[in-house]
T-cell receptor
Framework: DTEVTQTPKHLVMGMTNKKSLKCEQH?????MYWYKQKAKKPPELMFV???????INESVPSRFSPECPNSSLLNLHLHALQPEDSALYLC??????????????FGSGTRLTVV | AQKVTQAQTEISVVEKEDVTLDCVYE???????LFWYKQPPSGELVFLIR????DEQNEISGRYSWNFQKSTSSFNFTITASQVVDSAVYFC?????????????WGAGTKLIIKP
């Protein structure tokens, strides 16, 4: 299995809703990432987990809450989002955080719309 | 500061033409890695190539080729005999060492349109 699987593929949520994005990989990778990508822009790093521990938080608002229950799974919990949070949310994984060894494997993303 | 510049916002060519996507980078690191990713309309970022700063050999993979020139800090990507399926946004990226970890500095991307 050489894939990163993200669910759901599309999500529409209201500003008062609570929802979660899910990311799963079975490649034995120990680093997992959340990226946010607005239209016509490159991805922006949000969070990095290394060996199931939060390693990097790029000053992301607390309405985004990441969770790494085990080495294969990464969640992003969403609460009280704003319309400007609408974007493509990409999950990625790599063997470790050292990119010199391998590149990332990206999932196909969750397209989120906040109404 | 480290930076990646993809000056071509959008390129449109007719199928079977050759096309080159430019990437210019800035870094003070002596050891660094450069990447190209493809993002089709479906959204997934597809890894194309990783090149380290000590390997200046050009690489060819089928219709794809990459020209790494350290003297001009460029890592250009050429598609030969383009096909409609090559239509996508292509990102060039540079690895940055920060606190012993490595992150990617992304270019703005080049949207490639291949017309039938």
């Amino acid at each position: 299995d050489t894939e990163v699987t993200q669910t759901p593929k599309h999500l529409v949520m209201g500003m008062t809703n609570k929802k979660s994005l899910k990311c799963e990989q079975h490649m034995g990778h120990r680093a997992m990432y959340w990226y946010k990508q607005k239209a016509k822009k490159p991805p922006e790093l949000m969070f990095v987990y290394s060996y199931e521990k939060l390693s990097i938080n790029e000053s992301v608002p607390s309405r985004f809450s990441p969770e790494c229950p085990n080495s294969s799974l990464l969640n992003l919990h969403l609460h009280a989002l704003q319309p400007e949070d609408s974007a493509l949310y990409l999950c990625a994984s790599s063997q470790t955080m050292d990119l010199q060894l391998v590149g990332y494997t990206f999932g196909s993303g969750t397209r989120l719309t906040v109404v | 500061a480290q930076k990646v510049t993809q000056a071509q916002t959008e390129i449109s060519v007719v199928e079977k033409e050759d096309v080159t996507l430019d990437c210019v980078y800035e870094t003070r690191d002596t050891t660094y890695y450069l990447f190209w990713y493809k993002q089709p309309p479906s959204g997934e970022l597809v890894f194309l190539i990783r090149r380290n700063s000590f390997d200046e050999q050009n690489e060819i993979s089928g219709r794809y080729s990459w020209n790494f020139q350290k003297s001009t800090s460029s890592f250009n990507f050429t598609i030969t005999a383009s096909q409609v399926v090559d239509s996508a946004v292509y990102f060039c990226a540079l690895s940055e060492a920060r606190d012993s970890n490595y992150q990617l500095i992304w270019g703005a991307g080049t949207k490639l349109i291949i017309k039938p």
